[in-house]
């Protein structure tokens, strides 16, 4: 499984962004898709995560201003963040939780960080 991010970039303080991922492969089927972020100095903390029954899970300092989403049928998450500050100013990585199909074993893997970067 690859997954690939994109809608990184540089955006205002108060503008929006969308990032999507999306997962390429075959034979596995997708449990959850999510998105962390890390800035330098810092650990990879969760933003925002999702189920494939829709279950979602925020991070407490996107909480109200980011949703998440999935089309899963095209193995797609999609990030769409309000309300943008200079702190969430970050390399953002998805990740998925997926398993071979038959199979019960949780593979988890991230793609490639896309910065976004919140001037004031």
């Known amino acids: 499984v690859q997954l690939q991010a994109s809608g990184g970039g540089l955006v205002q303080a108060g503008g929006s962004r969308r990032l999507s991922c999306t997962a390429s492969?075959?034979?596995?089927?997708?449990?959850?898709m999510g998105w962390y972020r890390q800035s330098p100095g810092n650990q990879r903390d969760l933003v925002a995560s999702?189920?494939?029954?829709?279950?979602?899970n925020y991070g407490d300092a996107v909480a109200g201003r980011f949703i998440i989403s999935g089309d899963f049928t095209k193995k797609t998450a999609y990030l769409q963040m309000n309300t943008l500050k200079p702190g969430d100013t970050a390399a953002y990585y998805c990740?998925?939780?997926?398993?071979?199909?038959?199979?019960?074993?949780?593979?988890?893997?991230w793609g490639q960080g896309t910065q976004v970067t919140v001037s004031s």
């Open positions: 990740n998925i939780v997926w398993r071979y199909y038959g199979r019960t074993y949780l593979h988890n893997d």
């Open positions: 999702i189920t494939t029954s829709g279950v979602t």
């Open positions: 492969g075959s034979g596995f089927s997708i449990e959850s």
